[in-house]
């Protein structure tokens, strides 16, 4: 049976933007990076630094919110390596609720590209909704839609988030190290890697495949 013309002619659809994760990273499966105007996961004991090497692939003023009662506090000498600690709006909200509050405003706006919760616990699945229709509507204002990115404690689980990711020191190799892991995409499977840092390089690179055990 044949098709109809208007499929046979039809375009195909474009991949929606990204921002980059780690440089080549789609040479070894991480795709093109993490979708504009959706709403991922950071999780794992080095989760603030897998924000700043996102951090540090964009432009313009970064939004950082942290309650007010939290004890991580980012540290300026830390930042600096990956992005000028003036870029940074940090915000800390006295109360649990508004933490979500503003990060849903926030990507309403779509004043900034990137916009980062440290939350104390996981949230529930109808805020995490409610911020991906935010940063939906914050790519309509005329402006590259912007990216949430909420860092959850432990292994993470925050429901209906596009992606989750897992980063930790790895102590079995050289110092400067990590293992990253994806835990959860709607569009790839569960994956990890090798990620060292290189000599005269902001980012680290990836430098091999964690095999399955």
Request: include cysteine.
């Amino acid at each position: 049976m044949s098709l109809p013309q208007s499929l046979l002619s039809r375009a195909p659809a474009r991949a929606a933007p990204c921002l980059p994760l780690l440089p080549e990273g789609d040479r070894y499966g991480l795709g093109h990076g993490l979708a504009l105007g959706r709403v991922h996961e950071a999780c794992g004991p080095a989760r603030h630094r897998l924000a700043l090497w996102l951090a540090a692939q964009t432009t313009g003023p970064i939004l950082w919110i942290a309650p007010e009662w939290g004890v991580d506090r980012l540290n300026p000498c830390g930042v600096m390596p990956f992005v000028d600690p003036a870029r940074l709006i940090l915000v800390h909200p006295k109360r649990a609720e508004d933490v979500l509050w503003s990060m849903e405003e926030v990507l309403r706006s779509g004043a900034v590209t990137l916009a980062l919760a440290d939350l104390p616990g996981l949230p529930a699945l109808t805020p995490v909704r409610r911020m991906h229709l935010a940063a939906e509507n914050g790519g309509k204002t005329g402006r590259p839609a912007p990216l949430g990115l909420l860092l959850t404690p432990g292994m993470g689980g925050a429901q209906g988030v596009e992606t989750r990711w897992h980063l930790a020191p790895d102590h079995k190799a050289t110092p400067g190290a990590w293992q990253l892991r994806r835990l959860r995409a709607r569009m790839a499977p569960e994956q990890g890697w090798h990620v060292a840092r290189q000599k005269g390089q902001m980012l680290p690179r990836i430098t091999g495949i964690i095999k399955a055990a």
